[in-house]
């Protein structure tokens, strides 16, 4: 018995191909994820970021996390840390944390300024003398946790 337009036996081959298909797909696209994930170069620069970071007396992140976050080029850490708009993120989170009128500067901790140099250092280190002469222009001193 026939429903629609084709028979029973073209509409199952339909279903089995088109099942097919989305399994082979779905394969490829998990071993294609797993690929980008397991990146040596990204995993061995997290581990170096990691260690400096420990050597350094300051909290790390797991190395896979630091992986998946910066990749194997720095992510937006790298992009350009000498750029008014990257200068501009980096003062606006130096911060009170108010908004709007309330929002004042204030000493910033040297801890951060730091990890994002030992950042900058595993991950673009030709961009490092960029980001610390912008150091500055800021007020940095050692502030609570």
Same mark, same amino acid.
């Given at each position: 018995?026939?429903?629609?337009?084709?028979?029973?036996?073209?509409?199952?081959?339909?279903?089995?191909?088109?099942?097919?298909?989305?399994?082979?797909?779905?394969?490829?696209?998990? *071993?294609?994820?797993?690929?980008?994930?397991?990146?040596?170069?990204?995993?061995? +620069?997290?581990?170096?970021?990691?260690?400096?970071?420990?050597?350094? %007396?300051?909290?790390?992140?797991?190395?896979?996390?630091?992986?998946?976050?910066?990749?194997?080029?720095?992510?937006?850490?790298?992009?350009?840390?000498?750029?008014? *708009?990257?200068?501009?993120?980096?003062?606006?989170?130096?911060?009170?944390?108010?908004?709007?009128?309330?929002?004042?500067?204030?000493? %910033?901790?040297?801890?951060?300024? +730091?990890?994002?140099?030992?950042?900058?250092?595993?991950?673009?280190?030709?961009? *490092?003398?960029?980001?610390?002469?912008?150091?500055?222009?800021? +007020?940095?001193?050692?502030?609570?946790?």
């Amino acid at each position: 018995m026939t429903t629609g337009d084709a028979p029973d036996h073209k509409r199952r081959w339909i279903y089995i191909t088109a099942a097919v298909l989305l399994v082979v797909f779905a394969l490829i696209g998990l *071993l294609t994820f797993r690929g980008i994930r397991e990146s040596t170069e990204a995993n061995a +620069k997290a581990e170096q970021l990691h260690n400096n970071l420990v050597a350094a %007396g300051l909290p790390a992140p797991e190395t896979r996390v630091i992986a998946d976050a910066l990749g194997e080029d720095g992510g937006s850490v790298c992009q350009d840390p000498s750029s008014p *708009l990257i200068k501009a993120k980096y003062q606006a989170s130096i911060t009170n944390g108010a908004a709007g009128p309330g929002q004042r500067p204030v000493i %910033g901790p040297n801890d951060t300024v +730091k990890a994002v140099a030992l950042t900058i250092a595993v991950y673009c280190p030709d961009r *490092l003398p960029d980001y610390l002469s912008h150091l500055d222009t800021l +007020k940095l001193d050692d502030t609570t946790k």
